[in-house]
């Protein structure tokens, strides 16, 4: 994260700065004895509502934006055992309370005048809702007298500590970066609008030097070392025996590109020395002096990303740079040492997650949500809203039917992946798309085909590149963008169903609650997911299933002890 400028902050606390907060005991209390009517009861209500399913002490929370706004997003409704409906509304008469009588600040950015500034730049922009995207920074930059040429990251930093610290935002990081999104777009459309746009200042610091930073030669060996594994040449001995997929080549490229940065940044070499592949490979001292600029950021601690980093350029100087023996011999027993003790079972944090489809209720609510997230689309009065909803929907039903991984599941193209054929609906998806190159085929059921046919004809058109071929489009006529579409689901799952979900937890989810049922379709399953031999199943999906496995022995050893005689064949 980038640092907070003190001084700045300093600055924007005068100006916005209130008194200290009173408690939510406090706030009761003036809530108890100022207001009268619906609005006294109502409140009250929601307080005693909150300490009761939250088990908290009022006396206990701070009435200030950023107590009150951690407390609310710790559960959601199914944890708390309310409705979403009656926890919306203690939500927002819990907010309006805080704002009535908790911390005062000496300046809202709700009540901040806009100058005539930031009120000609905000006049250029002909639709409403981004006009009003932007006001809240208008107004923070209107108090601070920051111009609108003035914006940097210090300005951002400082936005968004106010919004933190002094407004009842849901989530004053999603506001920043939606503030960001609104800009940059007029940045893009909006005649005589600033000519720079903003980012996040957020951002990691990024260790990949970008590539055309290096000299050209270096580019030049990279792209022959990348040409050389996508088109192998089949008489030279050292090449691959058959082209790698592009997405590999590209990750190990990026990789490349990381330890040459590590290189520079840790001054072991200046940029201008990176010539050639052979120069991150052919001095063994080199190469440790890289790799402990990684293991320096992990507590000198190794893991799999390290362990990554130190195969990948121990490979390229085998099979590229052809170094000496000795040389590949050192750094082959590095590696060894890089290499994190092998687990080859259910990893501890997908057994955590799993565990909460031990509850017959989790079971339900995950296979439901296709069905009940398409009623919410069905209800919305907002189109663009509600075809949201049932995008979600189709996706998730297709994750249940299919286990597919997001990478597969963006990228379903309407024109070659499903067809139709006797009633029935199929996908297909070629191995050269798939991570292992296994070709998956599926027949979706009923239920996901009749979600997916009122999608394409209700829904889908209403989305921006909705004219591309991908069933779940992108602004662009693209995809939509990995994180987006995963964000959207996992966000989705937990508010609506309580469930912490990713979307490539659906496919040891659907392993567990399979195989649980009937540990005999072990095989079916490792076939359901794509992969090529079910020890990869056993390894890696499984691990869950032993009570399952527990009670079936138990039914055949009772069955056993009733009728100890073998049957007859």
Partial sequence: MTNLNRPFLDQSGAVFAGTAPPTLAQVRDRVDRELTGTKRRDRLSALDTLARVMGIDLRSIKAAPAAVRKLLA???ALELGLSEHRWRNVRSAVVATVRAF????????????????????????????????????????????????AVDQDTLLGFHHEMDSGELIRDPRQKLKHTIAIWNMC?????????????????????????????????????????GLLNPDLMDPAAPPRPLKPVSVDNNAATILRFASALVHSEC????????????????????QGLRFFLDRFDGQTNSHIAKIADCLRGIARHYVHVPDETHDAMEAICKRLRPPRNDGLKLKNRERLRQFDDPRNVERLLGFPLQEAERGRAHKNPYRAAKCFERAVAVSVLLATGLRIKNLRT????????????????????????NGMDLDYELPPETDALLREYLQEYRPRFPGAE??????????????????????????????????????????????????????????????????????????????????????????????????????
């Fill in 412 to 435: 379903i193209n309407l024109e070659t992946d499903l067809s139709r054929a006797n009633g029935r609906c199929f996908l297909s998806i070629p191995g050269d798309r798939v991570k």
């Fill in 102 to 149: 908790g911390v005062k600040p000496n300046a809202s950015l709700e009540r901040v005048p806009i100058n005539q500034e930031w009120t000609m730049l905000l006049a250029r922009i002909q639709t409403k809702h981004h006009r009003d995207g932007l006001a809240r920074l208008a107004r923070f930059c209107s108090a601070m007298q920051i111009s609108p040429e």
């Fill in 269 to 288: 070499l200046p940029i201008t020395s990176i010539t050639s592949l052979e120069v991150l490979v052919n001095d063994i001292d080199r190469f440790k």
């Fill in 468 to 569: 591309g071929p991908y069933l779940f489009p992108g602004r662009d006529g693209g995809p939509r963008p990995s994180s987006t579409m995963a964000n959207d689901i996992k966000t989705s799952l937990y508010k609506r169903a309580g469930l912490t979900m990713n979307p490539h937890l659906f496919r040891h989810a659907i392993a567990k609650i399979v195989i649980e049922r009937d540990p005999g379709l072990a095989f079916t399953i490792s076939r359901h997911l794509g992969h090529k031999n079910i020890n990869m199943t056993m390894q890696a999906y499984l691990g869950t299933e032993g009570r399952a496995a527990a009670r079936s022995i138990d039914r055949v050893l009772k069955q056993a002890m009733a009728h100890p005689q073998l049957p007859e064949v």
């Fill in 187 to 227: 940045h893009r459309r909006v005649t005589g609008w600033l000519d720079f746009a903003l980012s996040s200042p957020f951002e990691r610091n990024v260790i990949a030097i970008p590539i055309d930073a290096f000299p050209q030669c270096f580019q030049e060996d990279l792209a022959r070392w990348r040409e």
């Fill in 74 to 76: 710790s559960r959601n």
